[in-house]
């Protein structure tokens, strides 16, 4: 919640410092559509600028920058604490104009001496004010919002917040730059930005699209270039506060300007030459976005250093400037470079971009009637409603001529979604079909609409070596998921349709969709072709997937047909086994009672053999007999006491080792517990027999939210053969292993309702019995309840 606060409170300081910045701005530039000028521009050190176009007459009489205005009218410009040289210069022009003069009379200080220059008042032209002031000023809104865009997606992100930086001062500077050279009320904030701008495109330079190393394992270098940038700034705005001139600090920053942003370029083109696979692709992006306009603009940089007037770079770089930001705000949402893992919204994107069509309509038009003499404030006044209106009629009239005329379209996503969830409820081929016919039917009014099924061997059958007469041919070239449609009827037959589309999947014919005529004769659009193909395609996915469900139960139906195969082989091979293990007992027993009717005598060794034999036929009886179903009487047992008992049954089979148990005192269990024994004795003695001798095996009871777990786990090497066989009967990996023990388990466990589970976890074997909330309970007082 504070970090939503926060990323509030951020976004509303940027949107009142751009909104108090760009209106001061703005109402500065308008003050000076066609207000009289005497054809040059100054800065506040009465430096002339370069900012202009090789019309005006200053330029005409070969005024340049450095040069410098020592006097005009008789008024000698000085520097004063808290005042600016050109202030001399601004009162002159302004009573020259108040009086009605038509030229002022100016001494300039150039590189070959002084010179006087009369100089002629004339309006600041319609052309030069869209490209100095009005344009500028539409630039540096659409760096505000792409600075928005960024600290809305991510606010604490690295790049997010240092392409934010470089949006903002670069929007500052475009606010303040045509007011440093006119009304100078921002010339503070020009400052400020002229010498943070540089720093800020180092900075983003070496954040794009990732840190460099050197940042990422030094990210203090980034505070520095901030901290450098801001001392030049407190310098200029010292220099100002004590009247000193700033020529040279502003030198300075133009140099930095310049060298920022060819390193920019430079640095995006080096990094896009090592880059490979997705990475180049995303710094291509960036590279095509943002590198060839900050170019124009350090030419223009270094043009207006060398004296030259900036208007001839001015007509590439202001359109430059104006894609910079949105261009790149598509390249950093598209690649999601700020990390934000947000959702991009289509219908805010729409607005964002109607609104941005609403803001040119009303600049071109406002632009193209100031040209033609018209006063400004009324061009903006008619231009404004004018598009806005234009554009909510647009908006209505393409949705009623979607309506109207292109059905499809509106009926798009809902037919498909439709269609999906019929589809997804049906493994039919038939059922396929009939979905298909009944989906494009609602939407498309025409004749009638027929879904014709291929069978999977006509349609191979037609694909190779030529279709039935009337049938679609499958061209061999075609490939997975192609569409064909035919808008001419075949003339073979009578009741051919209007349009026919080929169901395909991976090369294979599936189904011919047919579709007649619209009712009234009306004419098929580009929207009903698309909205068929992607019908075609849903309904090519469906009827393959149809065909492999049809393959698969019958796959099925053979296997479980070979299981009953194989099954009763294993119980004639059990029955072979068993006579094979009785006959010798029976023999040995047929002997002895001969042998008894003779008054013969058996010996020690005979009666040993007896009763290991005995022994053994009671195991193989008992091992059967467990196989049986026998009715649970159940009953409330500690599970603690279950485990006791399981460990007293195999005392001999542990030796000197011990079950590690984890189990609550009051834990109690609903269960049969004769065969509950039988389950725990079974999995604990399979576990010693992997553990081995150094392994350990234990009992864990866990309670859940839907009951409790009684887990038997081991430290063996695992579970070997075919897992799927597990609890299959007589399948066992052991050597003498009967493959009875874990099926007696499966089945007293899911004859209690239980479900259970191997599974292999940090180092050891786990069967997992999941017991359900009603035979569990924590107390013996659930017992008496």
């Not at 090519?540 to 194989?566: I, K, N, P, T």
Request: glycine share 8%; charged share 20%.
């Amino acid at each position: 919640m504070p970090a939503i606060e926060n990323r509030r409170w951020l976004l509303a300081v940027v949107v009142l410092a751009a909104l108090v910045l760009g209106g001061s701005g703005m109402r500065s530039a308008l003050s000076w559509y066609e207000r009289p000028f005497p054809g040059v521009l100054v800065d506040p050190d009465g430096v002339v600028s370069s900012v202009g176009l090789p019309s005006w007459e200053g330029f005409q009489k070969g005024l340049r920058y450095p040069d410098r205005v020592v006097e005009v009218d008789g008024w000698h410009l000085e520097s004063t604490e808290g005042r600016y040289r050109a202030g001399a210069w601004d009162a002159a022009v302004e009573r020259a104009a108040r009086e009605g003069r038509r030229s002022v009379h100016a001494r300039v200080e150039t590189a070959e001496g002084l010179r006087d220059v009369e100089l002629s008042l004339v309006p600041f032209d319609a052309l030069a004010w869209w490209f100095y002031a009005g344009g500028l000023m539409v630039v540096a809104s659409l760096y505000v919002g792409a600075a928005l865009i960024a600290l809305s997606a991510s606010p604490h992100g690295k790049l997010a917040r240092a392409f934010a930086s470089a949006a903002l001062f670069a929007a500052l500077f475009q606010f303040a730059l045509f007011d440093y050279h006119s009304s100078r009320h921002l010339v503070p904030f020009f400052h400020v930005a002229y010498a943070l701008v540089p720093m800020s495109f180092f900075t983003l330079a070496l954040r794009l699209p990732d840190d460099v190393p050197l940042i990422a394992r030094y990210p203090v270098f980034a505070r520095i270039a901030h901290g450098l940038g801001g001392l030049l700034a407190a310098a200029l705005l010292a220099s100002h506060a004590m009247g000193w001139t700033t020529v040279a600090l502003r030198s300075v920053c133009a140099i930095l300007f310049v060298a920022s942003f060819f390193f920019f370029a430079t640095t995006l083109i080096l990094r896009f030459a090592a880059a490979e696979g997705d990475r180049r692709r995303t710094l291509r992006a960036l590279l095509l976005a943002m590198a060839p306009p900050h170019v124009v603009i350090a030419l223009g940089f270094m043009l207006a250093m060398l004296g030259a007037p900036a208007s001839t770079l001015a007509w590439f770089a202001i359109p430059a400037l104006a894609l910079t930001p949105v261009s790149s705000v598509v390249a950093f949402i598209r690649y999601d470079l700020w990390g934000s893992r947000a959702l991009l919204s289509r219908p805010l994107t729409r607005v964002i971009i109607a609104c941005m069509m609403v803001a040119l309509t009303v600049i071109l038009c406002s632009a193209c009637a100031g040209y033609a003499g018209l006063p400004l404030l009324g061009a903006i006044k008619v231009a404004a409603p004018a598009a806005v209106v234009s554009a909510a009629l647009v908006v209505f009239a393409l949705g009623a001529g979607d309506r109207k005329l292109f059905p499809a379209r509106a009926e798009y996503k809902p037919t498909v979604e439709q269609l999906s969830e019929e589809l997804t409820l049906v493994a039919d081929p038939d059922e396929v079909a009939f979905a298909v016919e009944r989906t494009v039917a609602r939407w498309l009014s025409c004749e009638r609409v027929t879904f014709r099924r291929i069978a999977v061997d006509a349609a191979d059958g037609a694909g190779s070596a030529g279709a039935a007469p009337g049938e679609p041919a499958q061209r061999a070239d075609e490939s997975s998921g192609e569409r064909v449609i035919e808008v001419e009827p075949s003339k073979a037959s009578a009741s051919a349709s209007e349009l026919s589309l080929t169901v395909m999947f991976r090369g294979r014919l599936l189904g011919v969709l047919e579709v007649g005529k619209k009712r009234g004769g009306a004419l098929f659009t580009s929207e009903d072709l698309d909205l068929l193909r992607t019908i075609g395609n849903q309904a090519a996915l469906a009827m393959a997937h149809a065909h492999s469900y049809a393959e698969l139960e019958r796959r099925r139906r053979e296997q479980a047909a070979a299981w009953r195969d194989e099954r009763a082989a294993l119980i004639e091979t059990l029955a072979a086994e068993i006579t094979h293990e009785v006959r010798y007992p029976i023999n040995f027993f047929r002997s002895v009672f001969k042998r008894g009717s003779k008054n013969q005598s058996l010996d020690a060794e005979e009666v040993d053999i007896g009763c290991e034999e005995v022994e053994r036929l009671e195991r193989l009886v008992m091992g059967l007999r467990r196989v049986t179903h026998r009715k649970l009487e159940r009953r409330r047992l500690a599970v603690e006491e279950l485990v006791s008992r399981a460990e007293m049954l195999l005392r001999d089979q542990l030796g000197k080792r011990r079950i590690e148990a984890r189990v609550s005192a009051g834990s109690r269990l609903r269960c049969d517990p004769d065969q509950a024994t039988q389950v725990l004795v079974n999995l604990l003695s399979n576990g010693l027999d992997a553990a081995g001798d150094k392994g350990t095996i234990g009992v864990v009871w866990e309670t859940t939210e839907s009951g409790a777990e009684l887990v038997v786990w081991d430290t063996g090497p695992g579970i070997s053969g075919d897992a799927s066989r597990l609890f299959a009967p007589w399948y066992t990996t052991k050597p003498r292993g009967t493959g009875l023990g874990l099926a007696i388990t499966h089945r007293i466990v899911r004859a209690h309702g239980w479900l259970i589970e191997p599974e292999r976890r940090d180092g050891t074997t786990r069967f997992v019995i999941s017991i359900p909330a009603a035979d569990v309970s924590m107390t013996a007082e659930d017992e008496v309840a």
